[in-house]
């Protein structure tokens, strides 16, 4: 018997697995009516923010953000595990230079390690809908990592998903740690379960670390956005 076709995937493998199933109607939760208000607002706010800056977002996924993010950044390091959401990220109409070279740029990169960034280092750092997903018990040394990444006064902004009971998907189940679970169907009939944690504002910024300064909570009604600069 194989023992390894009997082990069921971590997590986060079956997270990453489940983003690639979904890749080529994912941008249908930004459709939902209810959730328009907020967008707009939040999309307007994020544009000026990382003016002038070079900007790592991690799991960029089919790019919702990215247009928004980069439009008056330096450069721009867009990234995620799978290729299939960054597929759609690169058919968005991107923000170019002056001089009409792009500032956007994709890669492939495991958020966890980084390790495919090489040593460029950045003076800022975005993540849309990645906190919710990674473990609690995780999140302290994601944080870490990400950091190394960044430059003293680097601008931090995390955005997710807020807990609204006539929008979201219900939540299934708990772990130990006090992560929760929903399980959610896929167009093919399949159904995933997945880890997304609602996080206080409180309890984001008990995570953050000792470089984290003067952090911001932004509490909208179907999201919310954490913005921090670190030392
Ligand atoms: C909820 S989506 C967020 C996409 C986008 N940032 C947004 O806000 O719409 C989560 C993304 O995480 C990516 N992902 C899953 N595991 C990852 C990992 N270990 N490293 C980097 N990206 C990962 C998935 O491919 C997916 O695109």
Redesign the pocket.
């Known amino acids: 018997m194989n023992m390894l076709s009997t082990t069921p995937p971590a997590i986060?493998d079956s997270?990453?697995d489940y983003?690639?199933k979904r890749a080529s109607y994912y941008e249908r939760v930004y459709h939902k009516p209810e959730r328009q208000t907020d967008l707009r607002a939040m999309e307007a706010w994020l544009a000026p923010r990382f003016a002038g800056r070079s900007v790592l977002e991690?799991?960029?996924?089919?790019g919702?953000?990215t247009p928004h993010g980069a439009a008056q950044a330096r450069r721009w390091l867009a990234?995620?595990?799978?290729p299939e959401?960054m597929a759609v990220a690169r058919t968005k109409a991107l923000p170019r230079r002056s001089d009409g070279r792009e500032i956007v740029e994709f890669r492939a990169?495991?958020?966890?390690t980084l390790a495919e960034v090489g040593d460029e280092r950045f003076d800022g750092a975005f993540a849309?809908?990645?906190w919710s997903?990674v473990a609690l018990q995780r999140l302290p040394d994601w944080l870490a990592t990400l950091h190394d990444r960044l430059d003293p006064g680097a601008r931090v902004v995390m955005l997710d998903n807020s807990f609204v009971q006539t929008s979201s998907t219900p939540i299934t189940h708990s772990d130990a740690h006090g992560n929760t679970y929903q399980t959610r169907p896929l167009d093919d009939g399949s159904t995933h379960e997945v880890l997304k944690n609602f996080p206080s504002a409180e309890q984001a910024f008990a995570m953050l670390g000792p470089r984290a300064r003067d952090p911001q909570w932004i509490a909208f009604e179907h999201y919310w956005v954490l913005e921090y600069e670190l030392s």
């Open positions: 986060e997270m990453a983003y690639v991690i799991a960029c996924g089919t919702w953000w990234t995620d595990l799978n959401t990169v495991d958020a966890y849309g809908c990645w997903h």
